[in-house]
Structures are given as structure tokens and as C-alpha cells.
């Protein structure tokens, strides 16, 4: 089984590292984008996808400062690739 | 009093927190695959990059057989003590409350900073008085302490803010210009600036010192 877990940093934590790509758009003269938040994407292939929940909260994130979000992908067997 | 300085993978300031240890005690290192602490009566989490800070900083190390031993060993009310990385640790796994966040200017921050002591009275601070100024080198580029407002308004009220900066020397956007906290039961202890590195009037400030006095002291305080 594909899996995709999307980390991000929680709503209302100082990211200063999404107000720095912010301020770099409109110098680029990109326009119009607000609230940028960078997090970080872990794929993984896993035999047994429910212990997933159990490896965000342990490891892959840190629940007191990010959120995340877990994406089954199917079985690998087929996918070459993005599905 | 016999200190143990953890030495993970990636460790870069163990020798001189075993330095500063032997200025007040006994000391030895013990290695992150350590499964018992060869007798220490305090344990030093020392400043680096353990295993690489890959993912987030501090979070493989708190997996190491070691902290296992660390963890027993403070839930029993001994004394850790964690320094920058070591401040990391004790955070991701769960020792100390909060977590450590990159600074807001996103940059390596390496300079002296001035720390206020804002409670003298635990087995870190007590060769300390309440209000002293230590002058300790900070250098760290996640060292934004954080904490949810109702966690920091509980360890305000319960003293758990040992070390605070100075007025205008936050040098990472820190909530509360929180330095250094204690656990509840106060035995265990994390800071960014790093006391080990101010323990020599050759390199300037003896102000760290303090601080490994503090737990040298701490067995005949309590007798």
C-alpha cells in the first residue's frame, strides 16, 4: 500500500518560513497570494496501513505543533509514478 | 556527584558539557546505545545535531535505547539536564512540555545572550538568585520556544519558566522570551543558550557555571 501523509505547521504557529516565500512573490511581480504555509510530504509504502495514525503521532509529525493528513494510494504493484 | 553527557550520533557539544560537569563533580559520557546510566546521579542531554536533526530536530535521538534509561531515570525524579539539542529531545519526547520551533529569522543565531534567572528555587538555578543576569553564548537555529497559551499561563503560575531573556535579547522570537522551563515535577530542565560553553574565564562569561554548581550541590541541599 502507497501512502501519502501531509504535514503542516498548525493554524495560528509563526511560519516564518511561508511569510519569507509570501514577501519573495510579488518581488518575482507574482501578485495576489496570501496566507502561504509550507509543511512537508512523506511517501511511504507500507505493509499495514493502520498503523499509519500510530507513526504520525510518534514520529512523522510532531501533533503539538502540526497538523497532518494521511492519503491511501492503493497497492504500489501498478502505480509507476504519480497515480 | 557523578554526571553522564549523552553522546548521540551527531553530538557536537559533549566534551565540553563533560568539562564543565568535572569543574563541580564527577562525569563520564554514555553513548546513545547505552541501555543504563553506569551510576549517574544527573544526566547533561548536550548540545549538536543528533542523527542529523533529520525530520525535525531532536526527533530520531528520542527513540536511542539511551532515553529509554533517560526516561526511567526522570520519571523517578532524577535530574536531567538538556542543553539546545538536548532542549529538542526532551521536548519530542514528550519530558518537557512544548516543542522547539525554527527562529523567526530563519538564520543560525550564534552570539552571547543575557538570561534572566526567574526561579532560583530549583535543583538548577539554586546557586543562583532570583533576577540574576547569566551571560551564556546562544547557537541555535530552532530555538523558538512554543507552547499553547493555556500550557504557558499554567507554567508561568507554577514557576516552570526557569530562564527568560533578557528584555530585547530574544534572540528567536520565543514565546514568552522563554530560555529555559522545568517539568512539573521540576527535575528535568531544557534551555537553548548553552551553560557549558560559560564556564572558563578564558572564553569570557563563568556565568554557566551556575548551573552544573547548582546540581553538584543539589544531593547535600536536600540531605
Known amino acids: 500500500m502507497k501512502a501519502r501523509v501531509l504535514i503542516r505547521p498548525k493554524e495560528g504557529i509563526l511560519d516564518p518560513q511561508g511569510q519569507t516565500v509570501e514577501r519573495a512573490l510579488p518581488a518575482l511581480g507574482f501578485h495576489g497570494a496570501s496566507h502561504v504555509r509550507i509543511g512537508r510530504l512523506v511517501e511511504l509504502e507500507l505493509d499495514d496501513p493502520e498503523q499509519l495514525p500510530a507513526m504520525c503521532e510518534k514520529l512523522l509529525a510532531n501533533p503539538l505543533i502540526e497538523d497532518y493528513e494521511v492519503e491511501l494510494l492503493g497497492t504500489g504493484d501498478s502505480a509507476n509514478g504519480a497515480p | ?223
Not at chain 2, 551510576?39 to 532515553?67: C, E, Q
Not at chain 2, 519526547?93 to 529569522?105: E, K, R
Request: hydrophobic share 40%.
Open chain 2, 1 to 223: 556527584m557523578k554526571f553522564g553527557v549523552v553522546r548521540f550520533p551527531g553530538s557536537c557539544d559533549e566534551v565540553d558539557a563533560l568539562l564543565a560537569c568535572r569543574r563541580f563533580g564527577d562525569a563520564e559520557l554514555l553513548w546513545h546505545g547505552d541501555r543504563d546510566l553506569r551510576g549517574a546521579d544527573a544526566v547533561v542531554i548536550p548540545g549538536g545535531f543528533s542523527y542529523g536533526d533529520y525530520l525535525r530536530a531532536g526527533a530520531i535521538a528520542r527513540f536511542s535505547p539511551v532515553m529509554e534509561a533517560v526516561a526511567a531515570f526522570a520519571a523517578d525524579g532524577g535530574p536531567v539536564l538538556g542543553i539546545c539539542n538536548g532542549f529538542q529531545v526532551l521536548c519530542e519526547a514528550g519530558v518537557l512540555p512544548g516543542a522547539l520551533l525554527p527562529n523567526t529569522s530563519l538564520r543560525f543565531v550564534c552570539r552571547q545572550v543575557d538570561v534572566v534567572v526567574e526561579n532560583a528555587d530549583t535543583s538548577f538555578t539554586r546557586a543562583c538568585a532570583r533576577g540574576d543576569l547569566l551571560s551564556i553564548p546562544g547557537k541555535h537555529t530552532t530555538g523558538r520556544y512554543y507552547a499553547p497559551a493555556d500550557d504557558l499561563d499554567r507554567m508561568e503560575a507554577n514557576g516552570q519558566v526557569v530562564l527568560r531573556y533578557a528584555p530585547g535579547e530574544n534572540p528567536n522570537g520565543a514565546e514568552h522570551d522563554i530560555a529555559g522551563v522545568v517539568n512539573e515535577a521540576g527535575n528535568v530542565m531544557g534551555l537553548m543558550p548553552h551553560p557549558e560553553h560559560a564556564v572558563d574565564p578564558l572564553t569570557g562569561s563563568t556565568d554557566g557555571g551556575k548551573l552544573f554548581e547548582s546540581l553538584a550541590a543539589r544531593e547535600p541541599v536536600l540531605a
